[in-house]
Nanobody
Framework: QVQLVESGGGLVQAGGSLRLSCAAS????????VGWFRQAPGQEREFVGG????????YYADSVKGRFTLSRDNVKNTVYLQMNSLKPEDTAVYYC?????????????????WGQGTQVTVSS
């Protein structure tokens, strides 16, 4: 079983940047597909971006394409979500999740393991 811990959230002004980290323990994260999701108050948890099992293919929601970038550090067993040009509508709790599936999925039901989430707040 893999354990995930997100970090890097915080309060930032619109136009600013944050880098979220998803650190894995218990298993090698490179063996899993990794997805980032977010959930704003009163809304469904939605897909933000992800990286396939073994890399290097990455996938992004249209709402973040061109602003967010995923990367993987196999030595640190960590996946990063670099978020630039942040907007108030990016405000949410951000979660990373993993699955052993070989075919990438944007569906939250495809992911078995989840972190506890990290809050991102973007002020206007």
């Amino acid at each position: 079983q893999v354990q995930l811990v997100e970090s890097g959230g915080g309060l930032v002004q619109a136009g600013g940047s944050l880098r979220l980290s998803c650190a894995a323990s218990g298993r090698t994260i490179n063996n899993y597909m990794v997805g980032w999701f977010r959930q704003a108050p009163g809304q469904e948890r939605e897909f933000v971006g992800g990286i396939n099992r073994g890399g290097p293919s990455t996938y992004y929601a249209d709402s973040v394409k061109g602003r967010f970038t995923l990367s993987r550090d196999n030595v640190k067993n960590t996946v990063y979500l670099q978020m630039n040009s942040l907007k108030p509508e990016d405000t949410a709790v951000y979660y990373c999740a993993t699955s052993y599936r070989s075919i990438f999925s944007t569906e939250k039901g495809a992911y078995a393991y989840w972190g506890q989430g990290t809050q991102v707040t973007v002020s206007s």
